[in-house]
């Protein structure tokens, strides 16, 4: 099982700001920066969000991520429709040794 | 520009070995700081780490699959390999190879990826 803990689903109607949780421990998130993936439905995962809080070019500006202590967030202001997927939280664990990932979030526009 | 594509059986036996390639063009796995990994993702499940190669050769596991795994690269073909021991049908999944190129750091990620393949381990 994962070490990092996502709420199963969130959901928004288009415009509305939709956040989601990412919670970790001191050996992962605590030490490490947080990477998030969206994976589109029958797709491969693409990275999102790295470093915490910095966009690869061409993601919108509407996705922006956060972090505090061991927890971290990613937020979508303004969801559209073509937002609707699963995202992933990534990180490295000092502990583990190892790359682990969030258990997903599928978002759903109303 | 950076592409990587996952090829291997699609089907496999239970108690067999599992031997997937990544092809990629756009960089060089010699270059400092490169790498590249392996992550499974089960039918509706969630995406799990499985292994990393980096350019000077270091590779790290999944803990919980150590055992089973081994990685390599060759440099001048441009290629990745992932063998699996003794699967299983939970090892069924999508395999997805993908380009890392900041492992100066423990704070890496995975910025390009494969379109993965699906195995399917059944007898």
């Known amino acids: 099982q994962s070490v990092l803990t996502q709420p199963p689903s969130a959901s928004g109607t288009p415009g509305q700001r939709v956040t989601i949780s990412c919670s970790g421990s001191?050996?992962?998130?605590?030490?490490?920066?947080v990477n998030w993936y969206q994976q589109l439905p029958g797709t491969a995962p693409k990275l999102l969000i790295h470093s915490n809080n910095q966009g690869p070019s061409g993601v919108p500006g509407r996705f922006s991520g956060s972090r505090s202590g061991t927890s971290a967030s990613l937020a979508i202001s303004g969801v559209q429709s073509e937002d609707e997927a699963d995202y992933y939280c990534?990180?490295?664990?000092?502990?583990?040794?190892?790359?682990?990932f969030g258990t997903g979030t599928k978002v759903t526009v109303l | 520009q950076i592409t990587l594509k996952e090829s291997g059986p699609t089907l496999v036996k239970p108690t067999q070995t599992l031997t997937l390639t990544c092809t990629f063009s756009?960089?060089?796995?010699?270059?400092?700081?490169?790498?590249v990994g392996w992550i499974r993702q089960p039918p509706g499940k969630a995406l799990e780490w499985l292994a990393l190669i980096r350019w000077d050769d270091a590779k790290r596991y999944s803990p919980s699959l150590k055992s089973r795994l081994t990685i390599t690269k060759d440099t001048s073909k441009n290629q990745v390999v992932l063998t699996m021991t003794n699967m299983d049908p939970v090892d069924t999944a999508t395999y997805y190879c993908a380009h890392s190129g900041h492992l100066q750091t423990s704070n890496w990620y995975f910025d390009l990826w494969g379109r993965g393949t699906l195995v399917t381990v059944s007898s």
């Open positions: 756009g960089f060089s796995l010699s270059t400092s700081a490169v790498g």
């Open positions: 990534g990180t490295w664990d000092d502990s583990l040794n190892a790359y682990v």
């Open positions: 001191s050996s992962n998130i605590g030490r490490n920066t």
